[in-house]
């Protein structure tokens, strides 16, 4: 079955801004919702983003989802040294009646 | 608050069978779908099975078919993972997460804290 694509990693100072893309198909991201995880090492994955933009009550607007096309985006702004985790996107696949997650994107504080 | 906690996981040999489960608080059970998601060691995470709220509607990923059924006890809080003809490669941390809807697939805004399951002879 099919995956949605993230980079390995991605890494910027403490401060700056890091962006997470996540590519599918018309079956997946282009046509749901898309969401997105963090998971903190040794712990379970917590939702970041749903519905392609939303955030839950909870996480900071630090954190930001944008969807266009077969392609979404997580941005983090004001990267701190507590951010880094694996993140993972995630979305329905319409025609293999299955949700897929993204293949995970390590984010380093440099 | 809501809580999922699971248990039923081991260590089982190839071929054997486990019972999962996922107690649930916290929140009106049965207006929920429940999944379950898995990470082998080392790995990202694997959508594995969801079930609607009313239990009615169940997905499977295409590894576990025929194999893992899934099933709630809406009166008892209850989500279970029957895994039956075990492989190695079902070796993982498995999490039972809540959904965000009735229906099962959109996105999981509680997860458990997983039971580990480890299929070796």
């Known amino acids: 079955q099919s995956v949605l694509t993230q980079p390995p990693s991605v890494s910027a100072a403490p401060g700056q801004k890091v962006t997470i893309s996540c590519s599918g198909s018309s079956s997946n991201t282009g046509n749901n919702y898309v969401s997105w995880y963090r998971q903190l090492p040794g712990t379970a994955p917590k939702l970041l983003i749903y519905d392609n933009t939303k955030r839950p009550s909870g996480i900071p607007d630090r954190f930001s989802g944008s969807k266009s096309g077969t392609s979404a985006t997580l941005a983090i702004t004001g990267l701190q040294a507590g951010d880094e985790a694996d993140f993972y996107c995630g979305a329905w696949d319409s025609s293999l009646s299955v949700y897929l997650f993204g293949t995970g994107t390590k984010v380093t504080a440099l | 608050e809501v809580q999922l906690v699971e248990s039923g996981g081991g260590l089982v040999q190839p071929g054997g069978s486990l019972r999962l489960s996922c107690a649930a608080s916290?929140?009106?059970?049965?207006?929920?779908?429940m999944t379950w998601v898995r990470q082998a060691p080392g790995k990202g995470l694997e959508w594995v099975s969801g079930?609607?709220?009313?239990?009615?509607?169940?997905e499977y990923t295409d590894s576990v078919k025929g194999r893992f059924t899934i099933s709630r006890d809406n009166s008892k809080n209850m989500l279970y993972l029957q895994m039956n003809s075990l492989r190695a490669e079902d070796t993982a941390l498995y999490y039972c997460?809540?959904?965000?809807?009735?229906?099962?697939?959109?996105?999981?805004?509680?997860w458990g804290q997983g039971t580990l399951v480890t299929v070796s002879s």
């Open positions: 916290g929140f009106t059970f049965n207006n929920y779908a």
């Open positions: 997460a809540k959904d965000g809807r009735t229906q099962p697939g959109y996105d999981f805004d509680y």
């Open positions: 079930i609607s709220g009313s239990g009615y509607t169940t």
